[in-house]
């Protein structure tokens, strides 16, 4: 597989996998939220209870524990602890309104249980995101690395050897040969430390990964934070320890236990879209398709935009526009540098870049531009006046109404004016078609397609 369709694949199992985390964890909470209550009252009873029937009372010291004690001896009384040593016990009477009802879960054990049960349940899910979005960057890693073994066998498979034995009980022929030593080298490659597979990129192809050091160190902590949450419970040890910057990880010890939370998983999220496009954009520099990366990276950055990531989307057309490419048009280059300044003027401000934005000389280019710097100023009165002109020609309702250049002037009386003045012009759909894989569309499809005619005559 080649480095197109490498990044390809996994800008769009990652979109899948964000879209799916994000369409599921707020559900998780607010049901959790909803269901917990019921298990609240019994869940006290259970921790009152076990102090008592332990003879460990401490557990009910301090301000949490006294409020236990408060909480439950409203709900039962007439408590007798047990007299065995080997056992914990005790008999309870339940208050006469918590009795009849079915409000609430009362059996203490059982409401413990529950409890417990549903106040994971979306630790849950943000674990085994993290540990899906890290297992998508890996077969990343190890499609680059089979990309470049393949090309350049000489390079990792030498001096590589088979033993006689192993030989013999293989197929004689000599691709089965080469397919044993190449996903044994992937394998011993990826065995060894994410930074090592950097080491190994640059030392053996010469390319440089400096635009990546900035957010290395944040990687590295997602990436070990996963690791010894697979191997270790999520307690931090000395491996993670070892391997994350002191800065990263806000004096952990060992013995820690790290969780995830939504504003991780986010930002984790984020951290491995850079990670992605900056490997694959500094390999492509030995690749022969690396006009077709360029834009496949420029439409992944524009959405992001979309997506309000500026971040991503600021790294992308940085480093895009750092390409030294004369086979790069020129035009695109003009588009990489709007939408950057775009990302920058809503990651950081408009006073950080609008000094180069006005010194940025438009006036012998195409019509888009010149709405486009109007634009980034914020100069709405001369983006309607350019808009007249280049409405239908060189810009769409359509671009207006999506792309992130307008978003500030979305917000403007301006733009309210100039969408009245042309509503039939934005009441157009547009479609244009994408490289994406197309499944035949199915007997299913058809015939959903027929209700749909059928719910069309009932409107």
Known sequence: MNLLSLLQNATINIES????????VDKITKSVEKEI???????????????????HEELLEGENGEKVKEVARR????????????????????????????KWEM???KAAKEYQKLSVREEILNQSTLMMLLIKYEELIMGVFEYVITSYPNAYLKDKTLSYTE??????????VKEILLVREIDEIMRRPVS???????????????????IFEDFKEIYY??????????????????????????????????TVDKAYLIKAFDLVYIMIYGTILNMSRISSDNLEIYNVLQESAFQHMVDREWEISKFVYKNLLAEKSDDIPTADKEIWQVNYWISIKNADGLETIKEQISQHDVSVMEGKFKVAKACLLNEHSAVNELLEIYLNNEIRALDIETWPLFLQYRKSKEYRDFRKKHTKDFEKQNYEAENISRDEVTDEVLEMSEEIEGAGDSI
């Open 37 to 55: 209550k019921k298990y609240v009252p019994g869940m006290v009873v259970e921790r009152y209870l076990f102090a008592m029937a332990s003879h």
């Open 75 to 102: 709900l039962v009384s007439d408590i007798e602890i047990g007299e065995s040593e080997k056992t914990f016990s005790a008999s309870y009477k339940l208050n006469e309104e918590f009795f009849k009802t079915n």
């Open 225 to 258: 934070r996963r690791n010894i949450i697979v191997h270790n419970n999520g307690i931090v040890n000395t491996i993670y320890i070892n391997n994350v910057d002191k800065k990263k990880r806000e004096n952990l010890k060992v013995g820690d236990v790290l």
């Open 107 to 109: 059996n203490p054990t």
């Open 196 to 214: 090592d597979w950097y080491k190994i990129l640059s030392d053996k192809h010469k390319v440089d990964f400096k635009n990546l050091r900035e």
């Open 17 to 24: 996998l964000k879209d799916y985390y994000l369409s599921q």
């Open 167 to 176: 030989i013999l009980e293989m197929d004689s022929k000599i691709e089965a």
